[in-house]
């Protein structure tokens, strides 16, 4: 049984990438690739219905992808919340002994002041690990999203390919006159 040829997984996107690679499969297999024009370029036509509906799969798993790895990432500083708040819990069931049997031996409400602090403290982390905390946040994120828009503008716009071939040119120039301090 021979193996599979592995150039037969490109899918048309990844043909219009890599042309020389795309060659190799037509002339393996004997066959023309459908992302080939007319002018023999290998490079597909953007008009071709096979192609957009290629792109347009693509575009919609990559956003799948970032949502579920956006609510994986989500779940994940829930459930570190919740851990935090066991352990904030311990100890402040510790630190209420320990300040009841303070108050006990001297009889005075200053011995309970450590108390208020901490269940500030407390009432946040119960609050965001099981309480409306988090629908919360979003509430209010939604709410900037739609009436506070220039608030979300990064400083200085979005990047250019410009600026950020300038910036890699600068850090290579840098390298080269210092290859010590990197």
């Keep these: 049984m021979t193996k599979p040829d ?3 997984l490109f899918s048309i996107t990844e043909r219009h990438r890599h042309p020389i690679r795309s060659n190799l499969k037509t002339k393996k297999m004997g066959a023309t690739a459908s992302c080939k024009n007319s002018s023999g370029s290998g490079y597909p036509e953007h008009d071709d219905p096979a192609y957009r509906k290629c792109q347009e799969l693509k575009m919609e ?14 779940a994940l500083a829930i459930a570190k919340h919740r851990e935090l708040f066991y352990w904030l819990g311990g100890f402040y069931l510790s630190a209420v002994y320990g300040c009841a049997s303070y108050y006990q031996r ?3 409400v200053s011995a309970l002041a450590p108390l208020l602090p901490l269940t500030f403290v407390m009432g946040y982390y119960t609050d965001w690990a099981y309480g409306s905390k988090l629908h919360r ?3 209010e994120a939604n709410m900037i999203m739609e009436h506070e828009q220039e608030l979300l503008h990064w400083p ?11 910036a890699r040119v600068e850090i290579e120039m840098e390298k080269k006159m210092h290859p010590h301090h990197m």
Excluded at 156 to 166: F, K, M, N, Q, R
């Design 156 to 166: 200085g716009g979005l990047p250019t390919v410009s600026s950020i071939d300038e």
């Design 106 to 108: 001297i009889k005075r």
């Design 6 to 8: 592995r150039w037969h």
């Design 61 to 74: 798993r990559w956003i799948q992808m970032h949502y579920q790895m956006k609510q994986r990432e989500q």
């Design 137 to 139: 946040i979003q509430a």
